[in-house]
């Protein structure tokens, strides 16, 4: 069956930091991962998606993720963590194109930031 | 307002009572899901329409669980006999299709049963 695992449930960061959150996958073929954020009092948000070709994806508010098959992992990054980035992070991954309605989801990490 | 809306926000009812939670999702979108998100969990998938029909409902957790969307748009999410481990945040999303276009969700209804 396929899972997510985050393995950090909370971080901790000082503002300025660079900030790495991990996400390992288990899933046959290569799946439709994505990163989303959800911030107090606000839905959840698109921060990434991987769907094909190069592994290295860019989203919004600065941040990146890298799709590393040997590794099974998506692992978020940013080089310089703000404020306003406090908040809780997802990963999911959907079983292929037509699935993305039946996202699979981490537990989440809860990122703070230290002033 | 251009997002997902989800009504109510917050709702406390009695163990045994009937509940219904509502979703207006982002305009000209054909997709709409509902998950559940109990507490320190990722959401859990629930039930998948497109347009008005129900394409997926694997995620209902039992029959007292059922949703319409009659016309398209609106959907209602109708808990029946509720049960304390009923209580969660119950979150809306929509999309322009199901395959890659990406979930814009609501806010959620927290649902608590006492």
Redesign the interface.
């Known amino acids: 069956a396929q899972s997510v695992t985050q393995p950090d449930i909370h971080i901790t960061v000082s503002e300025g930091a660079s900030l790495e959150l991990r996400c390992n996958y288990s899933y046959g073929a290569t799946p439709y991962l994505f990163w989303y954020v959800q911030s107090p009092g606000q839905g959840l948000q698109l921060l990434l998606k991987y769907f094909s070709g190069d592994t290295l994806v860019q989203g919004i508010k600065g941040f990146e993720a890298e799709f590393k098959r040997s590794q099974s992992s998506f692992n978020l990054r940013k080089p310089s963590v703000h404020w306003s980035d406090a908040a809780e992070y997802f990963c999911a991954v959907a079983p292929g194109a037509g699935n993305n309605r039946k996202l699979i989801w981490g537990l989440g990490t809860s990122l703070a930031v230290n002033p | 307002g251009a997002?997902?809306s989800q009504t109510p926000s917050n709702k406390v009812t009695e163990k045994g009572k009937y509940v219904e939670l509502r979703c207006d999702p982002i305009s000209g979108h054909t997709?709409l899901?509902w998950y559940r998100q109990s507490l320190?969990?990722?959401?859990?998938?629930l039930i998948?329409f497109q347009g008005t029909g129900a394409?997926?409902d694997s995620?209902l957790p039992n029959d007292r669980f059922f949703a319409v969307r009659p016309e398209g748009s609106v959907s209602t999410l109708k808990i029946q006999r509720t049960e304390r481990g009923d209580s969660a945040v119950y979150?809306c999303?929509s999309?322009l299709?199901?395959?890659?276009?990406?979930?814009?969700?609501?806010?959620?209804s927290r649902l608590t049963v006492l």
Do not use: I
């Open positions: 997002g997902v997709a899901y320190g969990q990722g959401p859990e998938f998948y394409a997926d995620g979150l999303a999309s299709g199901a395959t890659t276009g990406e979930l814009f969700f609501g806010e959620g």
